[in-house]
C-alpha cells in the first residue's frame, strides 16, 4: 500500500511489531460501515463517479459477507483491518477500489472505526448494567422487610433490611449509567474527513458521512480529530469506576457466602467444587469479577501512559490504544452479567441474617435515642449510658434487652419497661424513617420509584 517510497521491504520484525490486524479486525464491521458512509459521499459529491461508488459499495458488501462467513484473514503483511478490506476489495473488483481513499487516511478512519465500535459498547454496557438494576430492584423488592446486620469496619454497626443494602448497589449503578450516558454525549462527534490530520481539499460533506454513522455532528479540529482517544479513556474510566462497584459487590457475596456468616447460599450455576474437598462449594465467579476489576483498572492504566505526553497528531503509539479497551470491554460484559446471575438467583437466608442482626448490640443506638426522646437526656450522656448497658451485658453474656429493668434503671432511674420494645431490631429498622433511611416503608418507597425509573411499571 505505501511501496512506492521503498527500496527494500520490511524485516520480518517490523513485520511483526507493526501488525495490528490480529487485534483489529474485531473492528471489520465498524470498518466496512464507516467505508460505505465516506465511498457515498464521494460520489455524490461527484469526487468520484456515480458508478464507481456503486462498485466500490457493492464490493465492500460482498467483502463484509466474506468476513462473516469466513472470519478476517491475518496477514501481516498487509498490518491492519484497514489495508486487509482495502486489498480484498482490490481483488474483487480491480483498480477502481483504489478510488476509495481519496479524501481519507487511516489516521481518519481508525479514529473513526473506534470510536463506533465504542459507541457500541457504551450502549451494551449500558444494557448490561440496566439487567442488573432489575434484578436488584427485583431482589430488594422481595427482601424490604429481611434484616441483616449492618456493619462499619466490618463490625456489627445497627441492624438494615437487605433490601436497603442492595439498593445501595442499585443507586452505584445508576451513576455509572449516567456515565456511559455523559461518555456518549461528548464522543458522538464523527472525526472522518480529518484525512491525515489537516484536513483535504476535496469538497468533502463531512456532515453527510457524520448522519450517515449516527454521529451528531462532525468534530470541529482535523489536528484534534486524528490525535483524540478520550473517548476510549471515557469508557475506560467508566469501566474502571464500574468494575470497582462490581468488585465490591462480589466481595460481599463472598463473605455472606463463608460458612461463619451464612447469610447467602450462592447459584449453583455460578460456583465451583473442589477438586479434593468434596464439601467445598466455592465463589469463583464473584471472585474472578474482584481478579477482573483489577485487570480492567490495569487496561485504563496503560493507556493512559500511552497517551500520555503525546505531541500533536497521529503517532503508532495510538495503535497500541485497542488491545487494552477490547480486553476491558470483555471481562467488563462477563462481570456484569455473572454479578447480575448472582443477584438474581441467590438464595438469602433470611434467618441466619436475622440471627447475626441480633449479635454484637446492635440496636446500642435506639437504647441511646430512646434515652434522648423519652428522657430528655443529651445524645453524648446517652451514648454513655447506653455503653454502661452494653458492658454489663456483655460481661453476662446476654443480649442489650434480656437484662433485667431492674439492672437498667441501676444504671440509670430514667429507664423504664417502654425501653424494650425499642431494642427489638425490627423496631430498630423500622424507626429508620429518614429520607433514604434502612426502614421497610422506606425501601419499598424507592423501590417503586426505582422500578418507575426502569421502565418496569406503567
Ligand atoms: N493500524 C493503525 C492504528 O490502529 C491505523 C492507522 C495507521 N496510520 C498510519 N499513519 N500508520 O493506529
Redesign the pocket.
Known amino acids: 500500500m505505501w511501496g512506492g517510497r521503498f527500496a527494500a521491504g520490511p524485516s520480518a520484525i517490523m513485520r511483526e511489531i507493526n501488525a495490528?490486524i490480529p487485534f483489529?479486525k474485531a473492528l471489520w464491521g465498524q470498518d466496512i460501515a464507516a467505508s460505505k458512509a465516506h465511498v457515498a459521499m464521494l460520489g455524490a459529491q461527484a469526487i468520484i463517479s456515480a458508478d464507481d461508488a456503486a462498485k466500490i459499495a457493492a464490493g465492500l458488501d460482498q467483502v463484509a459477507a466474506e468476513y462473516a462467513a469466513q472470519g478476517v484473514p491475518e496477514d501481516w503483511d498487509l498490518?491492519?483491518?484497514?489495508m486487509t478490506t482495502e486489498s480484498r476489495l482490490a481483488e474483487l473488483i480491480g483498480p477502481v477500489a483504489g478510488r476509495l481513499h481519496t479524501a481519507r487516511?487511516?489516521?481518519d478512519?481508525?479514529a473513526t472505526d473506534?470510536r463506533l465500535w465504542v459507541r457500541d459498547m457504551l450502549d451494551q454496557t449500558d444494557a448490561g448494567l440496566q439487567a442488573l438494576q432489575v434484578a436488584l430492584v427485583t431482589r430488594a423488592d422481595e427482601h424490604a422487610a429481611s434484616i441483616m446486620p449492618g456493619f462499619t469496619h466490618l463490625q456489627t454497626a445497627q441492624p438494615v433490611t437487605l433490601g436497603h443494602h442492595l439498593l445501595a448497589y442499585y443507586e452505584m449503578v445508576r451513576r455509572d449509567r449516567s456515565r456511559l450516558a455523559a461518555a456518549r454525549v461528548r464522543m458522538n462527534e464523527c472525526p472522518l474527513g480529518a484525512a491525515?490530520l489537516a484536513g483535504t481539499g476535496f469538497p468533502i460533506d463531512r456532515h453527510a458521512t457524520a448522519a450517515a454513522l449516527g454521529f451528531d455532528r462532525p468534530t470541529a479540529n482535523s489536528l484534534d480529530s486524528v490525535s483524540d482517544r478520550d473517548f476510549a479513556l471515557d469508557f475506560l474510566m467508566a469501566a474502571a469506576q464500574i468494575s470497582l462497584h462490581l468488585s465490591r459487590l462480589a466481595e460481599e457475596f463472598i463473605i455472606w457466602a463463608s460458612q461463619p456468616f451464612g447469610f447467602v447460599v450462592l447459584p449453583d450455576s455460578l460456583s465451583t467444587g473442589s477438586s479434593i474437598m468434596p464439601q467445598k462449594k466455592n465463589p469463583d465467579a464473584a471472585e474472578l469479577v474482584r481478579g477482573h476489576a483489577g485487570r480492567i483498572v490495569g487496561s485504563l492504566t496503560s493507556l493512559i501512559i500511552t497517551m500520555k505526553g503525546l505531541p500533536l497528531a497521529?503517532s503508532?503509539y495510538?495503535?497500541d490504544?485497542?488491545p487494552p479497551v477490547f480486553e476491558a470491554a470483555s471481562l467488563l460484559a462477563l462481570s456484569i452479567a455473572a454479578m447480575t446471575g448472582m443477584v438474581a438467583e441467590a438464595r438469602f437466608r433470611n434467618q441466619r441474617m436475622r440471627a447475626a442482626a441480633e449479635l454484637g448490640y446492635a440496636t446500642a443506638t435506639d437504647l441511646a435515642d430512646w434515652l434522648v426522646r423519652q428522657a430528655d437526656i443529651p445524645f453524648r450522656q446517652a451514648h454513655h449510658i447506653t455503653g454502661t448497658a452494653v458492658r454489663l451485658a456483655e460481661s453476662r453474656g446476654i443480649a442489650l434487652d434480656q437484662l433485667p429493668l431492674a439492672d437498667l434503671q441501676e444504671i440509670d432511674p430514667r429507664i423504664d419497661q417502654r425501653v424494650f420494645a425499642a431494642l427489638s431490631v425490627e423496631a430498630s429498622v423500622a424507626a429508620r424513617v429518614s429520607h433514604g433511611g434502612t426502614a421497610p416503608a422506606q425501601v419499598a418507597q424507592r423501590v417503586a420509584q426505582a422500578r418507575r425509573d426502569l421502565g418496569l411499571e406503567s
Do not use: G, L, P, T
Not at 498490518?79 to 484497514?82: K, L, P, R, S, V
Open positions: 495490528s483489529d498490518e491492519d483491518i484497514h487516511s487511516r489516521n478512519q481508525v473506534f491525515a497521529y503508532k495510538m495503535q490504544d485497542k
